[in-house]
């Protein structure tokens, strides 16, 4: 278990580095900071996604959550999400959303 939260705690400082110039689309911010728990998919069926009960796109309850509702979370993180109003701007927050809705469908 602790190896497992090694490499997790190790992708996780990777994957939030910083996101720079064309970076700055949702996808792609998406797959730098959100896809090693969420997954390619929003299934959120790997290994971190799993460990640290990550939720699914497609669960029923978070496609039924308003927009506003996902900004906070992404913002302030729940759970054991972390918080990424410190390190994205609302633009970016709002990139990522709407690409988590492409996920969804």
């Not at 400082?13 to 910083?18: H, I, R, T, V």
């Not at 699914?56 to 992404?74: E, G, N």
Request: net charge positive.
């Amino acid at each position: 278990m602790k190896g497992i939260l090694r490499v997790v705690m190790v992708c996780g400082l990777a994957a939030w580095a910083g996101v720079a110039g064309a970076q700055d689309s949702g996808e792609a911010i998406y797959k730098q900071r959100c896809a090693m728990c969420h997954g390619a998919d929003g299934a959120a069926d790997t290994p971190a996604g799993k460990v640290f009960k990550a939720a699914s796109y497609k669960d029923p309850a978070v496609m039924k959550t308003p927009d506003a509702d996902l900004i906070l979370v992404i913002k302030n993180g729940k759970n054991k999400m972390p918080a990424f109003g410190t390190m994205l701007t609302e633009e970016q927050i709002k990139s990522v959303l709407a690409y988590v809705h492409t996920l969804q469908k």
